[in-house]
T-cell receptor, first 114, second 107 residues
């Protein structure tokens, strides 16, 4: 199956710092990348959709200036949580899409903001 | 009411039991995914269905488009099947996720 990597797998940071999460598709190219967050025992919540080379589309209620998404190439997308606060602590998952209905999921990044 | 509902929310079983997890949706869909999420968090796509039935090893997934219902079956369940199972429906180019079914299989 398709391989998706996320780095780091877990990160602890101080409040006010910025954290960058990288998502790579290792054996395929993805024109579309979805970024989700998941709170404990809750379902995945779509944060934003990005297409390679263009600006991301954010879901309602997601601050675009706080969650910066860059999709510079077909194999790499990054999510930067700027000025992180404890309420940003969550599990972040990237999900590249190959075809209109075929999506893969990264292993996730667990962020803890102290 | 969620657009994608799963039942049961929690399920425990003895090793070897046959397991069924149900998913109902209220929106039009082009396809439905069954996903598995292990305690570490990683998500694996088990099936993508748009009609009928698919089988992979001990896992079987069915979908009834008219009734807007899908089921995931696990035959001869094993402790390593313990995970959260999530159905997700494709609607207007995005996945809508169910709340998941937490399965624990005991030896």
């Amino acid at each position: 199956g398709a391989v998706v990597s996320q780095h780091p797998s877990r990160v602890i940071c101080k409040s006010g710092t910025s954290v960058k999460i990288e998502c790579r598709s290792l054996d395929f190219q993805a024109t579309t990348m979805f970024w989700y967050r998941q709170f404990p025992k809750k379902s995945l919540m779509l944060m934003a959709t990005s297409n390679e080379g263009s600006k991301a589309t954010y879901e309602q209620g997601v601050e675009k200036d706080k969650f910066l998404i860059n999709h510079a190439s077909l194999t790499l997308s990054t999510l930067t949580v700027t000025s992180a606060h404890p309420e940003d602590s969550s599990f972040y998952i990237c999900s590249p899409r190959i075809t209109s209905e075929t999506q893969y999921f990264g292993p996730g990044t667990r962020l803890l903001v102290l | 009411k969620n657009e994608v509902e799963q039942s049961p929310q929690n399920l425990t079983a003895q090793e070897g039991e046959f397991i069924t997890i149900n998913c109902s949706y209220s929106v039009g869909i082009s396809a439905l995914h069954w996903l598995q999420q292990h305690p570490g968090g990683g998500i694996v796509s088990l099936f993508m269905l748009s009609s009928g039935k698919k089988k992979h090893g001990r896992l079987i997934a069915t979908i009834n488009i008219q009734e807007k219902h899908s089921s995931l079956h696990i035959t001869a369940s094993h402790p390593r099947d313990s995970a959260v199972y999530i159905c997700a429906a494709y609607n207007t180019d995005k996945l809508i996720f169910g709340t998941g079914t937490r399965l624990q299989v005991f030896p």
